[in-house]
């Protein structure tokens, strides 16, 4: 087998992929530290199939995947395949070509490939078992500190090597698995006769158990056949008693139909006077609706009477009133008149003083433009020499604004300089008084600190106190629950138990028959009859022992004297009534002599209640613990009866009876309610004191919940204040630093503007200067600027006199304009006011026509009104008559028909009376049917047939009901006397011993199975015995030779521990280096324990060496002379084993065939450059290397 290549992508420092080819002889791989070399010796042993991340230098098999750098990405996997050539001769597999491959993803998936087949890691483990490459001890790989570790290790680590050399790894492989399995073998074989052992055991209990349930089932097929029978006879009298039922039923209801029709008829008659009744009570409403229609009519004639009166009022009144207008209108139309002449005489005096005052106006207008324009020249040259002035002025005042500004900012300067001057003192103060509140506030938060931590010890005490507190409440709480809910389920029980009482479950139907007519009101049997259970009462304990030795007497009835008696005895003959048993008080004899008890016998009379019926009940019948005792005493006394305390009863023939009856017996259930009943009083007593427990925990609970609350309301006042103390503090120390920054800042700042104040000094000089010499030059232009204003000044007083000369003609001219326009005005108005005047009389003449005539027309219809409230009196005194009248009739029909009514109900009273008898009658009838119904659907329930079923198939009752249903009975008790019967052991014996064969056979299989692996493992055991002891000899001679030659002298040896099996023992070496004599190899130096295991590798390697080889800078710590010497062992090798060989050395890079250098040129990404050389370049390949 032969290394031909490997490829590496994505795994630690190779994010590219890379191929190393790999030719026969020795190949180097160099390069600087840090640059990946060490991870081409870790992806050979990661291909094949390490699984410890230490061993490959990583925490966690994630850190093989490339992690990326600055600038890459990390990869999402890492692969490498390793490609094997020559194979076919070294291992199990039909392949000359092999290539290995390992990809693991970020996502923790993992795969294994075989030429490209998906394998498991477990296939590749084992193909390489034996070959020194593969398994968990490979020789062919050893690394810097690593290949001491042969020398560390323990002897039974070191014998792992000799087994891989030896190629008994594979046996021993082989030899584990054939132990595990054997190991399985043994376990099952075990289990399985366990197995054998309960089913066998099971066959013979189920044998028995089959024989019984075959007698049980013949016994319950005769049990079902009679009770099938039983049920036909049952349904076949219902039957019959329905059928009677309902002819009287029929005749019955031709009597109800018969009162029926009577009833009808008369509820016609009733009808019909009815609507006759409807009709004259409809008349009757009618007239009275007349009378209520002819007094609306007369109240709304009077009161339109009333309205028309009103009218005629409000007209007269308006009519006053247009009068009074017209005159007055007549009266204003001549006061008019005269106004309108003046006016106009007045319009006409000023037109004439209008045209004169136009052609002074005229004049004036033309005097006031000439001297206008004689002001504007004057005016011009005046506005040029003020401009001028002007702009002196204006240099005169920006001189003195830059003046007054840099006094002021010299002013300013000098009082900030004072200002931070102050504020230095100030600050200085303030920072000392911040001094000492800083330090007054920690006081503070230190002692609200501890305030704050004892009130929270006090709120934790509170917790722990309300904690348990509201534990204990917890668990009264469940108490009280689980009290309730056992009254609860006691209530329930005591209800089902009370409706088995009433039902009288358990009891024979010819038992009930006569106590239900002993509860019947209109029997003669009536609370005559009481049932024996109910008048014996047990004490707590006893109530299935006393129910054992009543049980024959459970349809037992009791009366109190010889009359009563004789009642139900007449009454079961008249209903042939047979099953049942009844005792009277009167007859019994309750004086007899107790009978003598020996030595642990008690009369069961001490356990129940005493009364008469007890005492003639058990007066003879004794209680003791055990069967031996009561038995004895039954044979020494005469008519005694004994019942023991496990429920067994030894009449006084000496029969014992083995009772298994249970909830149905109605001794147990009366016996049970009595104790239900004291039960439930005691619940109720403890429901009331631990409902008091309950509120006075929830009292105690509410007192720490406050004093929980009131401390945390505490904590938090105090948490609170030290909240804001620490604000305090916080804010003390922000002013304080806030304070010396400011003095620091004012103190730079008083610096500062000393400069400044030195500056505008020298500039408000300067300003000062220029400001005088524009003073001077601006007096000169504003001298002559006033001589031209006052020149100007008189010749606009002049023109001024002038503008208001015409100014007065002006207004003049205005308001004799504005006079005749009003007066034009004013007479427009007069003119449409005397128009408005004229059409207003026009109208006033029309309306009083008009409301005279609408007066007269009124006046009529008054009259009018007046004759027709006459005759509504008259219709309304009619309608009334004729009501009164309709009235008496209507009484007169409600008569008659309540006499029809009174012979109506007393027909519907005789019909009730016959629908109730045939009600009774069908209740009987229904009953039958009911019950007939009952069986059938309790046939249908129990057995899945009908009653034709039953008749088809011939089902018939030979016997009478009662004869059968005793027949019924003692099956029953023949049933339950066998106990509990398997009635599956019939199907489960012929199933066990199916099961129980199959057993043997497995048996004897497992048995074969392990003489087979036994022989397999004493074979595995004698053959790698064999080949290990002879591997060790030859590694042995081996490693004395190689290691003398390594160290040119000294002696080694390999030895076995002690043990009695080779294969069991461990390998240790013995190493002495010339000059020296060593009690331990681990007293050798570095260099020496790696050549000693050197010598044990190629030792190792003499025997069987390993296809390739991997060398890790094991060359590192040898000087130069123990670098030649292993160099020559090399050599020795090179023909038999190929070497990649990972090295800084020289002269182990000269002995390279090819040379592969790895680079990082790009951080953190290992590159690969190869060199192939010819034994002449080796020189210059040296000197490459130096560069």
Partial sequence: MRLKKIKVHGFKSFADRIDLTFNPGITAIVGPNGCGKSNISDAFRWVMGEQSAKSLRGAKMHDVIFAGTQSRKPMNYAEVTLTLTDVQDVLDIDFTELAITRRLYRSGESEYLINRNPVRLRDIQELFLGSGVGGKNPYAFFEQGKINEVINWSPTERRKIFEEAAGISKFLKQKKDALRKLEQTEDNLTRVRDIHHEVEERILVLKKQSEQARIYKEKSAQLDVLEKCIFLGKWQALDSKAGKGSGQEQETKKQIQQATGLLKTLQHFSQHHKESLFSLEKEYRDANEQVYKNRNEKELKLKELQTKEERIKDLDSRLDSFKEELADLKSNRRSSKEEIKQSEKRLKEVEKLLSKSESTLQASREKAAELEEQLNELRAEQQEAQQELVAGIQEEKRVGTQLQEGRVRLESAEERAGHAKEQCQNLGREKKELDLLTTQKQKA??????????????????????????????????????????????????????????????????????????????????????????????????????????????????????????????????????????????????????????????????????????????????????????RKWVQSQHGVEVVTGDGTFIDSRGVLSFSSEGGNNVFLREAELESIGKRLKELEGALQSQESRVAKLIGQKVKWQEERNTLDQAVRKLEMHLLEENFGLQRSKADLARVSKEFQHFEEQEADLSESIRTLKESTTLLAQQQKELLRKNESTRSRAEQLESKLERSGSKYQLTREELAEHEGAYRQTAAEQHKLKNILEVFGAKDNERLQREERLVQDIEEGKAQKDTWRAELAEYRDLIKGADKDVSGAVTDCLQKEKSCNTQREKIELIEKNIESQRNLLKELEDGCHQIGLQVAKAKSAREALELELQERHSMTMDDLQKKGYELKES?????????????????????????????????????????????????????????????????????????????????????????????????????????????????????????????????????????????????????????????????????????????VDRCQFVIITHNKRTMALADVLFGVSMQEKGVSKLLSMRFSKEEIAETELLVQT
Wanted: net charge negative.
């Fill in 445 to 630: 938060v230190k002692k609200l600190t501890e305030s704050v931590e004892r009130d929270q010890g006090k709120l934790r005490e509170a917790e722990l106190q309300l904690s348990t507190v509201l534990k204990e409440l917890e668990g009264a709480q469940e108490d009280f629950d689980l009290l309730k809910q056992e009254a609860a389920e006691l209530r329930a029980r005591e209800q089902l138990l009370q409706r088995l009482r009433k039902e009288m479950e358990g009891l024979s139907d010819d038992t009930k028959r006569i106590l239900q007519a002993a509860e019947d009101e209109g029997s003669n049997l009536f609370g005559r009859v009481q049932a024996l259970y109910e008048l014996i009462l047990p004490q707590k304990g006893f109530e299935e022992t006393l129910a054992t030795v009543l049980r024959p007497y459970t349809h037992t009835l009791v009366v109190h004297s010889e009359k009563d008696l004789q009642l139900v005895l007449d009454y079961a003959e008249e209903h042939h009534l047979n099953d049942f048993s009844i005792v009277s008080t009167g007859t019994i004899n309750a004086d007899q002599d107790s009978p003598s008890l020996d030595e642990g016998m008690r009369l069961l009379l001490e356990y129940v209640k005493e009364t008469r019926l007890a005492q003639h009940f058990l007066k003879r019948v004794g209680f003791t613990p055990d069967i031996k005792t009561g």
């Fill in 961 to 1133: 009901i009662p004869d059968s249903e005793r027949a019924l009975r003692q099956l029953r008790k023949d049933l339950e006397g066998m106990g509990d019967v398997n009635l599956t052991s019939i199907e489960e014996f012929d199933q066990h011993k199916v099961r129980f064969d199959f057993l043997n056979k497995q048996i004897g299989d497992l048995g074969a199975s392990r003489e087979e692996l036994m022989e397999i493992v004493s074979r595995f055991d004698g053959e790698s015995r064999e080949r290990f002891q002879a591997t060790f000899t030859e590694v042995r001679a081996n490693f004395q030779k190689i290691f003398q030659i390594l160290f040119r002298g000294g002696e080694a040896d390999l030895q076995f521990t002690e043990s009695d099996d080779v294969l069991e023992a461990g390998v240790e070496i013995i190493a002495r280096p010339p000059g020296k004599k060593m009690r331990s190899i681990n007293l050798l130096s570095g260099g020496e324990k790696c050549l000693t295991a050197m010598a044990l590798l190629f030792a190792i390697f003499e025997v069987r060496p390993a296809p390739f080889c991997i060398l890790d800078e094991i060359d590192a710590p040898l000087d130069d002379s123990n670098v030649e010497r292993f160099l020559n062992v090399v050599k020795h090798f």
